[in-house]
């Protein structure tokens, strides 16, 4: 690379300094410009995501719905409509428990783990 006078060696330090600096910046400002970049790309295939996300998520309430009013409507005509309400209710609020239980569980567990502590103080990759 030449300076401006053409010939590095005829700059002095100072000079050579002030270029150093420069490029730090211009390098570490096209870094953020990368990483502003990536950010948005990828928050707009998130929006995507979540979009789809919620609208399966609303089909598929709107659908168990339908499917339980079928079945205590069903089954009412055997035991009644309280008791069919409740045969059907109770097994769907128990495995409803268990899923939210479940998941709940699985979002606690993303916590830091004394494992993945270790690794990250030792540079290490967690496994």
């Not at 006078?5 to 410009?33: F, H, K, M, T």
């Not at 495995?95 to 690794?119: C, I, M, N, P, T």
């Amino acid at each position: 690379m030449d300076g401006p006078a053409g010939d590095p060696r005829d700059e002095s330090i100072g000079d050579l300094l002030g270029r150093l600096v420069d490029d730090g910046r211009d390098y570490a400002q096209a870094e953020l410009e990368l990483y502003k970049a990536i950010a948005a790309y990828r928050a707009v295939r998130a929006r995507r995501a979540l979009v789809a996300l919620a609208a399966g998520w609303f089909l598929l309430v709107t659908s168990t719905t339908a499917v339980a009013i079928g079945t205590v409507i069903s089954v009412a005509q055997y035991i009644g409509p309280m008791l069919a309400g409740l045969a059907v209710g109770i097994p769907l609020a128990a495995a409803g428990y268990l899923l939210v239980h479940y998941g709940w569980s699985g979002v606690k567990g993303l916590a830091r783990d004394q494992g993945e502590h270790e690794a990250l103080e030792r540079g290490e990759q967690p496994s």
